[in-house]
């Protein structure tokens, strides 16, 4: 297990960490047309030949800054929210140039400031006894100074601002200068557990004054000893300090500009010369083999204008969000060689199912503290398309980071891994069918094998083939095979964050596959969590359809839709074991501080956006109360504990004739947290509503059965003609309330009629 610092120290008169805490934005959406205004009272102080620091204002009428762009000779260096920017990279008798410029949420630039010296031309100070900035008793100390640990990686602090005095707050951690802010509060994560840090915070006034220090020691939760995860040499995990790496530090709304560069005409499969950005959004069928794709030219604060005409293709993407009016979009870059943030396609989501729009990027940014499951960087994105009239403003959208080659190079992985999305796998026999491969492990029929695994990376598939015959060879033990092929850490973590999370889709789908080159090992990594952080459902004592879909999806139930889900449920004392590594997520990393924290943050960042046109005219926005992300969490983790025995349910076999007899029988239910002894209920029915006066049989108490569950009638105890049955699992311990139905469904008009099983009798 790696283990390392977020923070990396550097020896000068104001040492700074270079990657920095997470910052809220204040963002006022009542000043949007104004420019902002030009940073006031530049100016620097030279430290050593190498080191320098620039120092300005913030006017007090810019209520819509966001950032400050800092740049060195006309070259741009850095985006940040600071009113201080140091360097140590300077050259002794060369001459520099410094520019700021203030950024609004739109985009908008103030007239830059500048400011001009030689590198290296000041005393050096002292180290043993350096210059401070002149402490002044008028300027008032943060008072109430505190903190909040929210994981064993991650803290914040707070103060309040005295006097309601307009000041800005140096932050220092152990030392160390991290940042200069104008809130009251300051974030970090990416730390140690169990370590003890000193944060120091001091006033500043507009003239540089300085206040006295407040002080507050925080220690990081402890992971503690024991843990239910026991190491394994072939874990897997993300050095945390990834996630902060190449402009991610920081969680903001970042501005993406799109030209289009197109000629309306022929736009076909075969030719796609005259394709426009009308065809990219009309093209709302996911399922076919056309997708509509235009050249574009993209530019944003971190991706300069290189001046070509396009460098990049746009089109859309998604599934069933492609039917909402506004379109998620995916952006391909032209050249390895000019990627952004080491990543060669920006995947733009609209997320229009999810009403908070920040549950996709809360899910992931959670996940990247939690040990043996990867997560994926994420960022939200302002989107402006010029379609020929100018910059249109498409509103706020997730970035996730796509999952292929350099996924795999930016974590130091081999970029001939092999990699998976799921697109609709339940690891059975016929997908065993799907994915034969030759001696050389290349798909024998590759649109079949990509039509239940999507190939991101990788040429030899011969390892996934093998793990899916495993599972489906009766004489292999599951342990061994999860042994072989897998890491129980993996698996463990990836089924209980998303128990917890209310992950419901990633049965057999919404995952990825990731099997690195020469291991058998196959690793279970996330995807797609903008339908997450919602209780379970509660159930009624219902047949209504309706209720019978719920019951279906509820707690473990729904994983009977994947074999081997089904079979890690059937592991004794599975549910002892996903109760304990719930237990100890929530007490270091779900923890409700931690998820609330975030979620309060990520709404304020967001809120100005979803409040304003595009976004408000055609996507409903509900701010959801930040809280409530926290609860539905707390509320799983409970129904855990106290509500998880509905049973996996029964699956209805065709009846058989034998003698005189009709011989009913099914697959049996099962009950995770092995609570209750099941017995079940047969009823056949003349109608497919099973109202009482149409079910002509109704035998109740059949007893349990290891394999298959049957149940003999005689045949002239049954009218003639078409008839249904269906077959209730009921659990002793509360038969009324824990129930299940069957797997089985039957589409008649138009209608799903759950648990139900049509034949006839002559």
Known sequence: MLHFNLYKVLTSRYPRVLTVGLLSLNISSSAFAADPSQPGNFRYQVYSNTAAELFWNRPSDDLIVTSYEIAINGAVVINRDALSYFTDSLVAGTVYEFSVTALDNEGNRSIPATISFIGGDREIPDDDNPEQPPTNNAVPAPGNLQANVYSPSAFEVFWDRVNDAELSYEVSLDGHQITTTNGTSWYIEGLQSAQRHIVDVVALDAAGNQSAVSSVTVKTRDRGPDTVFSPDASDITDLDSYYDQDGYGTVDVVRVDVRTNTVPGVCTIDDQSGCTLADVIADVNPDDEFDAEIAVHIQANDFPNDGSNSNASLRQ?????????????????????????????????????????????????????????????????????????????????????????????????????????????????????????????????????????????????????????????????????????????????????????????????????????????????????????????????????????????????????????????????????????????????????????????????????????????????????????????????????????????????????????????????????????????????????????????????????????????????????????????????DPQGVWQIATNTLNLNGTTWYGVLEFETP
């Open 317 to 733: 993407r998604g599934g069933s969000s492609r039917g909402w009016p506004q379109k998620s979009f995916r952006i391909k870059l032209e050249n390895d060689d000019e990627l952004w943030r080491n990543e060669d396609r920006l995947q733009l989501n609209k997320n229009p199912f999810d009403t908070s729009r920040i549950r996709s990027k809360l899910a992931f940014d959670l996940m990247r503290e939690i040990p043996n499951l990867p997560s994926l960087r994420t960022q939200f994105v302002n989107l402006w398309i010029d379609d020929g009239q100018g910059p249109e403003d498409n509103g706020l959208y997730t970035h996730v980071e796509y999952a292929g080659k350099e996924y795999l190079i930016n974590r130091d992985k081999n970029k001939d891994d092999n990699l998976y999305k799921i697109e609709f796998f339940d690891f059975s026999r016929s997908d065993l069918k799907a994915i034969q491969v030759d001696e050389n492990g290349e798909p024998i029929d590759k649109d079949l094998f990509e039509s239940v695994l999507d190939i991101k990376r990788g040429d030899d598939h011969r390892n996934v083939v093998a793990m899916v015959a495993a599972i489906n060879d009766p004489e292999q033990s599951f342990d061994a095979i999860l042994d072989k092929y897998f890491n129980k850490n993996n698996v463990l973590t990836w089924i209980t964050v998303n128990l917890l999370l209310h992950q419901t889709d990633a049965i057999t789908h919404n995952f990825y596959l990731y099997n690195p080159v020469d291991s058998e090992k196959i690793y279970f990594l996330p995807w797609d969590y903008d339908g997450t952080f919602h209780p379970e459902p509660v159930l009624t004592n219902s047949y209504a359809n309706e209720e019978l879909q719920k019951r279906l999806y509820s707690g473990y139930a729904r994983g009977i839709n994947s074999d081997f889900i089904s079979r890690y449920y059937r592991q004794p004392g599975i549910h002892e074991k996903i109760l304990a590594a719930a237990d100890e997520l929530r007490e270091t990393y779900l923890t409700d501080s931690n998820i609330s924290e975030r979620a309060d943050r990520y709404a304020q960042i967001v809120g100005p956006y979803l409040s304003r046109s595009p976004d408000v005219d055609s996507t409903s926005y509900d701010p959801f109360r930040t809280q409530d992300f926290a609860s539905s969490v707390s509320g799983i983790h409970d129904a855990l504990r106290n509500a998880f025995d509905i049973p996996m349910p029964p699956t209805l076999l065709n009846p058989i004739t034998r003698a005189d007899e009709l011989v009913f029988a099914w697959l049996p239910a099962y009950d995770v947290t092995r609570r209750n002894v099941l017995s079940y209920e047969l009823q056949i029915s003349t109608s497919l509503g099973f109202e009482a006066d149409n079910i002509v049989v109704n035998i109740e108490g059949i007893p349990d059965a290891t394999e298959i569950v049957e149940y003999a009638l005689d045949i002239s105890a049954l009218p003639s003609g078409k008839l249904y049955y269906r077959v209730t699992a009921r659990g002793d311990t």
